[in-house]
C-alpha cells in the first residue's frame, strides 16, 4: 500500500492540527494504522495506532488526551486530530501500514511507510 501524509504545518503551542494519510494500491482496509514522529537527532517515536476495523486505539503516554486518531476506510485515509500542541510535539509525522490488529509501538510492525509531514509548534 503506498501512503501520503499531508497536513503539517506551522503552529503556535496550544494550536491544533489535523494530519491526513490517504492510503492507495492494496485494501487500505487490512491494515492497522500507526503515526510516529522523529525530531532531529532523535529516534523515531511512537505516537497513535489504529486497528483495521476503526474500533481500538493506542496512544503514546506523551499525547494521551491531546491527539487522537482515526480512519475512514471509505475514503482509505487515517487521521490524527493533535490538539493542545507545544514546541516538543516538532517533529516530522510519519504514518504506516502493518498488521490489522493496530497495536504496534515498533516501527518494525510497520510495513508501509509514507513520506512525513512536518510540524513546527513555537513557543
Known amino acids: 500500500v503506498q501512503l501520503q501524509a499531508s497536513g503539517g504545518g506551522l503552529v503556535q503551542a496550544g494550536g491544533s492540527l489535523r494530519l491526513s494519510c490517504a492510503g492507495s494500491?492494496?485494501?487500505?482496509?487490512?491494515?492497522?494504522m500507526g503515526w510516529f514522529r522523529q525530531a532531529p537527532g532523535e529516534e523515531r517515536e511512537f505516537i497513535a495506532a489504529i486497528n483495521w476495523k476503526g474500533g481500538t486505539t493506542y496512544y503514546a503516554d506523551s499525547v494521551k488526551g491531546r491527539f487522537t486518531i482515526s480512519r475512514d476506510n471509505a475514503k482509505n485515509t487515517v487521521y490524527l486530530q493533535m490538539s493542545s500542541l507545544r514546541p516538543e510535539d516538532t517533529a516530522v509525522y510519519y504514518c504506516a501500514a502493518g498488521s490489522p490488529l493496530g497495536r504496534g509501538t515498533r516501527s518494525s510492525e510497520y510495513s508501509y511507510w509514507g513520506q512525513g509531514t512536518q510540524v513546527t509548534v513555537s513557543s
Open positions: 494500491g492494496r485494501t487500505f482496509s487490512n491494515y492497522g
